[in-house]
């Protein structure tokens, strides 16, 4: 086990101890080591924006972060954002609502950066939101549907500050 | 018991949200990569540096001996069968034997512990290769004395397709003006980002299963078959989750899959392979790059008499579909404009390229290209307005064309009318300042083609006692929502709610046998499947629930999961308790069969006669353009689309198709080109192979879509076809806005800034080197005093 290090990672929340080579990406340890296959594996070259997780509410590239590195962070994947069909994350909701999904692949990746954008920006405006996922690649939907999705969201949270 | 399409649909017409959209939102889908069996070995491929090649020579043994190396094969471990579509198309072997043809093509494949002893495994393969002359350019490869790639074909013609429909050479003669031209596209990839991938599994009883991401199963599990040579029936091919479609390797049996299964044989483990994106960006399946030279004969006022279309396309090493890539194009020069005198050569050629297959409108939008740019200079030369052109030619529905395609709906007047519209074209046009322009591009789709021996679609609805609905077909979802469409329909149909349907996977063992998902079929063809099974599964509760409840079948209504006599809505009982009866009380079972195929003959190739699909769908799409003249940037700042789908069985998953097709058109139009350099792919990483960002779209207030809504009287509830028309006549629309804002006619794709900025320079009449050159690809012929310059 010489070129193993043990690591400490936080992730969605619970603690993880694990042994791994020190040249493993963050996004390798957390599909293969956690079984949390949300983020996706694709250029592997931080140019698609598929396996983004947030680490201390921040998007990052998980494909081009080490493992060793996300130590002492609060790791968030798309599987701690909810739990499941009835309990959404509004985020989510409004993907799935206003038709932002076809294939999926894309999806966990934007969701994290939507989330992430609404928390620092939570009336953005379209070039706001243009610019903060132009880092998502999108094969699918020609963006039009997530954009729209992107803005559904922040009125509803919007309304629901209000009400509150 | 037919449902006639009307306005009080429960669900059908309605924005229901995609049916898998939150699993896919939690991350809960499992892509083929997203799997993991015990026991699993990773494999990798090697493959060949040369474009062409003999292999004299393989020696895998240093890399056998690499610890957590568990199996190596080569192309001699298999039967050496040839495999693909159709007879005269079999040129695949799932690992080169003799011979490679492009860099890239697979001779090699390891299994082992991990994919880094793999990686590390592929450096000890020696291969002793003696390098071939090699050629890239489809005009090259024919020449006689070029390499030749395949025994089979001496001149490298790998498919061609010839026909003429009418009397062309009367037609030009009859003519007012002629116009020749010379166009070239660019080769482009998918872009979906989901790596190929797969999971081979050969089991002790040599049952052979396959676990894969892809969008036509059964022409999987065939090639499996055919290159494994074993019987189909040991083969399972199970589809996993699909990360987008488009046509790329999801479509065949690739070297991947056949490596995964022959390695699990040899290792007893389960096999899994994923492609690096610059795996999938460097070989095979992608648009096939042509030049195509268009000859039209245009009486003075516009009427269109003749049109002669010449194609090359550089197919690449392996030929796929190519026997339907080359009769498309002049199939759809058909439609949708009126051009009584057709005739029409194409010739798909090998090179040591990666290879060509479909991708979303095959070879129809680069044709579209093509004849849509031409025609707005006829317009132009003849004086005319870009829209009247278009509408003098546009086929109205009940035509039949020159080559036999009957247009049973056709809505092509309507969307130029509402692309106009919706566009301002009309405030804009000839209005816009320097720099920025309007344009127009047109296209037409099948819905679904009618061409290789198994065209049917067959569906199966299982009943199940707490009233929900198992609903199984051979078709996939690769994200184009098929998965809610064909749900819709037998909810519809049922009179249940959307939740109550489950929607299978395709399991080749389980499912029905289906053609795939191509040729935008899925919604017409399975969806009227699971219309009649669903209508046969009513049937059979319809005659219980009247029995039950004493009155006539015909009187029985499914409603919101209600059963009921429709003039007295009292007498009913519930969907479930319906079924419970059927299955507790009668011992019925309720399970649905349908099966749909269009009633029309197979395509002739030779001749190109016959009626390809049951439906055709019109479309036109309005672009405005504008270019930065110092750096030769183009943006597009709107898109507006009309597209004539028949009946929107739901109008956000019909959106999200038109709109995603006319993005990929803007990125052929103006930045995709997967650069070759000797049959080196240049730019295999999204780095550099440029796909559309957010910031390349235009703001959502100037984007718009218009169903044009003409109810097919054989579409499942009046639907045609959503998932490509609407991409055939985007680059078109793109490039006659360039026009319009530069006055510079691109005829290669992509518009780059480049491009622009040569072209701007020539304009301005500073580079006549690059003018002469451009005259020579264009050449017209007028008659009666019009314009003899370009």
């Not at chain 1, 989510?92 to 999926?104: L, P």
Request: with cysteine; aromatic share 8%; glycine share 10%.
């Amino acid at each position: 086990m010489k070129n193993f290090l043990p690591i400490s990672l936080r992730v969605n929340g619970e603690p993880y101890d694990l042994l791994i080579p020190p040249w493993r990406t963050l996004l390798e340890v957390l599909r293969e080591n956690l079984s949390l296959t949300g983020a996706k594996r694709s250029c592997q070259e931080g140019q698609c924006g598929a396996c983004t997780v947030l680490l201390d509410r921040k998007p990052i590239n998980s494909c081009l972060y080490l493992a060793v590195e996300a130590q002492g962070k609060e790791i968030l994947t798309i599987e701690g954002l909810s739990r499941g069909a009835g309990d959404l994350h509004p985020v989510q909701k409004s993907f799935v609502e206003k038709g932002a999904i076809q294939c999926g692949f894309c999806t966990p990746g934007l969701v994290l950066s939507t989330v992430s954008l609404l928390d620092e920006n939570p009336n953005p405006s379209e070039d706001e939101i243009r610019k903060a996922v132009v880092g998502h690649l999108c094969r699918c939907t020609g963006y039009f549907q997530i954009i729209e999705a992107i803005l559904a969201a922040a009125r509803e949270r919007a309304g629901k500050d209000t009400e509150a | 018991m037919t449902i006639e399409p009307h306005e009080d649909h429960a669900i059908i017409g309605k924005p229901v949200p995609k049916k898998d959209g939150w699993i896919k939102a939690t991350g809960e889908a499992k892509y083929a990569d997203d799997l993991f069996m015990p026991g699993m070995l990773y494999g990798k491929l090697l493959r060949s540096p040369y474009p062409h090649a003999k292999i004299s020579h393989i020696d895998a043994s240093r890399a056998e001996k690499l610890p957590g190396i568990r199996t190596v094969i080569t192309g001699k471990d298999f039967p050496g069968i040839k495999y693909g579509n159709m007879p005269q198309t079999r040129d695949y072997l799932p690992l080169a034997i003799e011979k490679v043809r492009y860099i890239g093509d697979e001779v090699a494949a390891i299994a082992a512990i991990d994919e880094d002893s793999a990686e590390e495994a592929l450096d000890l393969i020696r291969v002793e290769y003696e390098p071939l002359p090699a050629v890239f350019d489809a005009e090259d490869a024919m020449k006689p004395g070029a390499p030749q790639l395949h025994d089979h074909a001496a001149t490298n013609i790998s498919a061609e397709s010839a026909f003429q429909f009418g009397d062309v050479d009367k037609g030009f003669a009859e003519s007012d003006y002629l116009r020749e031209d010379l166009f070239e596209t660019q080769p482009i990839k998918q872009g979906m980002l989901e790596p190929h991938a797969c999971i081979g599994l050969w089991d002790e009883t040599d049952k052979i299963t396959l676990w894969a991401s892809k969008q036509s199963p059964y022409v999987v599990w065939k090639q499996l078959a055919m290159g494994l040579g074993v019987e189909a029936s040991k083969i399972r091919v199970i589809q996993t989750y699909v990360g987008g479609g488009f046509s790329e390797g999801e479509q065949e049996a690739m070297a991947m899959d056949f490596c995964a299964v022959l390695l699990s044989k040899k290792s007893r483990r389960p096999v899994k392979f994923v492609h690096t994106m610059d795996e999938v960006l460097s070989i095979g399946h992608m648009r096939h790059p042509l030049k195509i030279w268009l000859k039209t004969g245009a009486k003075r006022d516009g009427t269109l008499l003749a049109q002669h279309l010449k194609i090359v396309a550089n197919g690449g090493a392996y030929s796929s579909i190519g026997q339907l890539s080359m009769y498309l194009p002049g199939a759809m020069l058909n439609l949708p404009y009126r051009v009584p005198n057709i005739r029409y050569e194409a010739h798909r050629v090998y090179t040591n390229n990666g290879f060509c297959g479909a991708l979303r409108g095959h070879t129809i939008p680069q044709i579209c290209f093509a004849r849509d740019s031409q025609l707005d200079t006829i317009a132009e030369k003849l004086g005319l307005d870009p829209i009247e052109i278009r509408l003098k030619n546009a086929r109205q529905p009940g035509e039949v064309t020159p080559n036999g395609f009957r247009l049973t709906t056709f809505g092509f007047t309507e969307c130029l009318e509402k692309a106009v519209e919706a566009s301002g074209w009309r405030e804009k046009y000839g209005k816009l300042p320097r720099y920025r322009g309007i344009g127009i591009g047109c296209g037409s789709l099948v819905s679904g083609a009618r061409i290789m021996g198994h065209s049917a679609s067959s569906a199966q609805v299982n009943i199940h006692e707490d009233g929900t609905v198992f609903l199984v077909t051979g078709s996939t979802d690769v994200g184009q929502g098929a998965d809610t469409v064909l749900s819709m329909i037998a909810a519809e149909v049922l009179g249940v709610r959307m939740e109550d349907i489950r929607f299978a996977m395709v399991d080749t063992d389980m499912t029905p046998a289906d053609p795939g998902t191509f040729s935008s079929r899925v919604t017409f063809w399975t969806g009227n499947a699971v219309k009649l099974a669903s209508e046969d599964a009513r049937e059979q509760l319809a005659e219980i629930a009247a029995q039950k409840l004493k009155a006539d079948v015909k009187d029985i209504v499914f409603r919101d999961r209600q059963v009921y006599v429709g003039h007295d809505p009292q007498r009913g009982l519930s969907f479930g308790e319906l079924v419970r009866l059927a299955q507790h009380r009668l011992g019925r079972i309720i399970m649905g069969k349908g099966s749909y195929t269009s009633g029309d003959a197979l395509i002739d190739f030779r001749t190109g006669y016959g009626n390809m699909s049951p439906a055709y769908t019109p479309s036109a799409c309005v672009a405005e353009v504008e270019i930065d003249p110092e750096t030769g940037q183009v943006t597009v700042t709107g898109i507006w689309g009309a597209h004539d789908c028949g009946f929107p069985l739901n109008p956000m998953l019909v959106k999200g198709q038109v709109l995603g097709a006319t993005v990929m058109g803007i990125g052929q139009a103006l930045y995709e080109n997967l650069i070759r350099i000797e049959g080196k792919v240049m730019n295999p990483s999204f780095r550099d192979y440029k796909m559309p960002l957010t910031e390349d779209v235009p703001w959502l207030a100037n984007v718009g879509h218009v169903n044009v809504i003409t109810r097919d009287p054989s579409g499942p509830f009046g639907a045609k076809e959503a998932g490509e028309g609407a991409a055939a006549g985007v680059i078109a629309a793109v490039a006659n806005a360039v026009y319009q804002a530069t006055g510079v006619r691109f005829k290669s794709l992509p518009i780059s800034p480049d491009k622009i900025l040569f072209g701007l320079k020539e304009a301005r009449g500073e580079d006549g080197d690059a003018q002469a050159k451009r005259q020579s690809l264009t050449s017209e012929r007028s008659k009666g005093g019009f314009d003899e310059s370009d």
